[in-house]
């Protein structure tokens, strides 16, 4: 029996593998920096059980008191969506329409800019002119994802609109954060403004309800009157006598007879700027309270 050896030659240490084949302790030392800096930034990534992303929708929604989902959809969507079709950047329009309200929502191609896709949106909901006669004015907003990153309680021993005071307050000094993108109030009731007659003062004056309401409708509206082209472009003409506040109704006038004298809704009625009733109030300690929900911004993914 006889033996063979086979000589491979010298064993090649040049590059990488051979370099830390015959420098172990370097090698093991890298492995260590490896192992502790991954640990590290292992325990820094951002963990989200709902990724935030972006949104690109515009919704417009169309409140129509009173009208049935029929007739919400006849007088108000289908205009939407006919105005809006032929805009640039728009991918799909779907609708839903219930019952005193619809909603059109436009969902934007990925490379559309929002912003300047939701104004083209609002220009086009202006120059519709067919909407009824009792549909409120559109709400146009751009969907985005929101973060809420605080709760705010704020409460105390005082009525409810000193209480709603200070609560505005608070949010216009969180808005000025330029973190944060939205302030939302909770707990309070939606506000109201009521008028209140007295039947004496009905006969004295020879008038009705139905006139009294008649006249602070017209005082009161925000209607879109077309547009007008000229030579430096199209000129958007529209009817703002919009009243928000109680003391804005009080100067409506009724009554003009011709020796110039006017009979004004405050020396008819009663105005009060309260809020409406509901069955729901939120308590802290026994103490009427608001709660103000604050959300930051979300990051663009795409």
Same mark, same amino acid.
């Given at each position: 029996?006889?033996?063979?050896?086979?000589?491979?030659?010298?064993?090649?240490?040049?590059?990488?593998?051979?370099?830390?084949?015959?420098?172990?302790?370097?090698?093991?030392?890298?492995?260590?920096?490896?192992?502790?800096? /991954?640990?590290?930034?292992?325990?820094?990534?951002?963990? $989200?059980?709902?990724?935030?992303?972006?949104?690109?929708?515009?919704?417009?929604?169309?409140?129509?008191?009173?009208?049935? !989902?029929? $007739?919400?959809?006849? /007088?108000?969507?289908?205009?939407? $969506?006919?105005?809006?079709?032929?805009? +640039?950047?728009?991918?799909?329009?779907?609708?839903?329409?219930?019952?005193?309200?619809?909603?059109?929502?436009?969902?934007?191609?990925?490379?559309?800019?929002?912003?300047?896709?939701?104004?083209?949106?609002?220009?086009?909901?202006?120059?519709?002119?067919?909407?009824?006669?009792?549909?409120?004015?559109?709400?146009?907003?751009?969907?985005?994802?929101? @973060?809420?990153?605080?709760?705010?309680?704020?409460?105390?021993?005082? &009525?409810?609109?000193?209480?709603?005071?200070?609560?505005? $307050?608070?949010?216009?000094?969180?808005?000025? &954060?330029?973190?944060?993108?939205?302030?939302?109030?909770?707990?309070?009731?939606?506000?109201?403004?009521?008028?209140?007659?007295?039947?004496?003062?009905?006969?004295?004056?020879?008038?009705?309800? !139905?006139?009294?309401?008649?006249?602070? @409708?017209?005082?009161?509206?925000?209607? !879109?009157?077309?547009?007008?082209?000229?030579?430096?472009?199209?000129?958007?003409? @529209?009817?703002?006598?919009?009243? +928000?506040?109680?003391?804005?109704?009080?100067?409506?006038?009724?009554?003009?007879?011709? +020796?110039?004298?006017?009979?004004?809704?405050? +020396?008819?009625?009663?105005?009060?700027?309260?809020?409406?009733?509901? &069955?729901?109030?939120?308590?802290?300690?026994?103490?009427?309270?608001?709660?103000?929900?604050?959300?930051?911004?979300?990051?663009?993914?795409?």
């Amino acid at each position: 029996m006889s033996l063979l050896s086979h000589d491979h030659g010298p064993v090649d240490r040049k590059g990488p593998i051979g370099w830390m084949a015959s420098n172990p302790v370097a090698a093991n030392l890298l492995m260590f920096v490896l192992v502790v800096g /991954g640990i590290m930034f292992a325990l820094s990534i951002k963990r $989200e059980v709902f990724p935030e992303i972006e949104m690109d929708m515009v919704t417009v929604v169309v409140a129509y008191p009173g009208a049935s !989902p029929q $007739e919400v959809e006849e /007088g108000a969507v289908l205009a939407v $969506e006919e105005e809006i079709s032929s805009l +640039d950047g728009i991918k799909k329009i779907s609708s839903v329409s219930v019952e005193g309200i619809g909603t059109v929502m436009a969902e934007l191609l990925q490379s559309a800019n929002a912003d300047r896709t939701l104004n083209d949106i609002k220009s086009a909901v202006d120059r519709i002119t067919s909407f009824p006669q009792d549909a409120e004015r559109p709400v146009i907003s751009l969907i985005t994802n929101r @973060r809420q990153v605080l709760s705010l309680l704020v409460h105390g021993d005082v &009525d409810i609109k000193s209480l709603d005071r200070l609560a505005e $307050e608070i949010r216009a000094e969180l808005l000025s &954060d330029e973190r944060i993108t939205l302030v939302e109030k909770a707990g309070i009731p939606p506000p109201e403004i009521s008028v209140e007659v007295s039947s004496e003062n009905l006969r004295r004056y020879g008038l009705t309800l !139905p006139q009294i309401s008649a006249a602070v @409708r017209a005082a009161s509206i925000d209607l !879109p009157g077309g547009s007008v082209k000229t030579e430096g472009g199209e000129v958007l003409v @529209r009817t703002t006598e919009r009243r +928000d506040y109680g003391e804005e109704f009080r100067d409506i006038t009724l009554i003009a007879r011709a +020796d110039g004298t006017r009979v004004r809704l405050r +020396d008819v009625a009663e105005v009060i700027d309260g809020y409406r009733e509901t &069955d729901e109030e939120l308590l802290y300690n026994g103490q009427r309270a608001i709660d103000l929900q604050v959300f930051g911004s979300a990051p663009r993914c795409r």
